[in-house]
């Protein structure tokens, strides 16, 4: 039997969906369906360089995506060290580019995905939470009102930026965020790109004196739901430093509600890090309710 750990290959794709979508039936993972593991996909063939692979005798076995919190190996395979040598050059490469820590998502409703990581040194650093709004609690958010000294714009609306522009400020809105945001240019051009993309659930922020000045941003999707139905997701609000404090998240939250909503959206679900109490306070307080826990690890690299 011949092993390896080698960069991801556009060519990859199929193989990696096959070792994800056999790990998602085996282990069930809560909140992670198909059109997730699309999605993942989609983000892996701007940036090769973010994705590692496991092969043996040729056929991929296992995929690791550290930005992505992401390590999976196929359950036929599992225990032949597929996985440390995954999390091993994963380690590598996050000290290649000048990261302090690994960071992967470990079910702990799967004891042997808890005890790998122990083995490997890493510990528990917090979790991610995806709340839930009923169709009920949706009716009861009101609608927004941004203040006067801002504009608000979709996406639709002629956006004059560059993706590299874009992707500074997406960046620079998350600024002191639980959760390090690792987007690249070359994966929102990739997404905004991609058959799924819906620009008109892009809604942005500026100064109403200078309306070229972006200050905040939200961004809604909608995929399948697994009862038959369509599932909404408040993908992100992000708000620049300067401009906390003043009512903006409310109003994007509140705007992604009703957009939501208004096409048809019964259920309504987003992700927030459990030590961002300020966003979990928001939340609760417009109805939505914790539902499903994704605790991540940490690999110290110091």
């Given amino acids: 039997m011949t092993s390896e750990v080698r960069p991801f290959r556009p060519a990859d794709t199929e193989g990696i969906r096959a070792v994800l979508t056999a790990s998602l039936q085996h282990d069930h993972i809560p909140g992670f369906t198909a059109t997730d593991i699309t999605r993942q996909l989609e983000r892996m063939v701007p940036e090769p360089v973010g994705t590692l692979v496991a092969t043996e005798d040729g056929r991929i076995v296992g995929v690791c995506t550290p930005r992505m919190d992401d ?33 992967l998502h470990v079910p702990k409703h799967l004891p042997a995905s808890v005890a790998f990581a122990e083995a490997l ?10 709340f839930q709004l009923s169709a009920a609690a949706a009716a009861q958010v009101p609608a927004p009102a941004f203040p006067d000294e801002v ?30 945001m690792t987007w690249t240019a070359a994966v929102v051009e990739h997404v905004h790109a991609g058959p799924s993309f819906d620009a008109s659930g892009i809604l942005i922020v500026a100064e109403r004196a200078d309306p070229a000045s972006f200050v905040a941003f939200a961004r809604t999707e909608t995929e399948p739901d697994e009862g ?12 620049l430093p300067a401009w906390r404090g003043r009512g903006l998240g409310r109003e994007l939250l509140r705007w992604s509600v009703s957009e939501l909503r208004a096409r048809g959206i019964a259920r309504i679900v987003l992700a927030v890090e ?23 690890w940490e690999l110290p690299l110091d």
């Fill in 228 to 239: 038959g139905g369509q599932l909404g997701e408040v993908g992100l609000i992000g708000v």
């Fill in 151 to 180: 504009v608000i714009r979709t996406w639709n609306d002629d956006i004059d930026t560059d993706f590299v522009s874009w992707t500074a400020f997406m960046s620079a809105a998350f600024e002191g965020h639980p959760t390090r």
């Fill in 71 to 103: 390590l999976t190996v196929h359950p036929d395979v599992r225990r032949r060290g597929h996985g440390r040598r995954l999390a091993l050059a994963a380690r590598d490469m996050a000290r290649q580019r000048g990261d302090d820590r690994l960071d």
């Fill in 121 to 130: 040194g890493m510990r528990y650093r917090s979790s991610l939470w995806q």
């Fill in 274 to 296: 459990a030590a961002n109490e300020r966003a979990t306070a928001l939340y609760r307080s417009h109805g939505f309710e914790p539902i499903i826990e994704w605790p991540h």
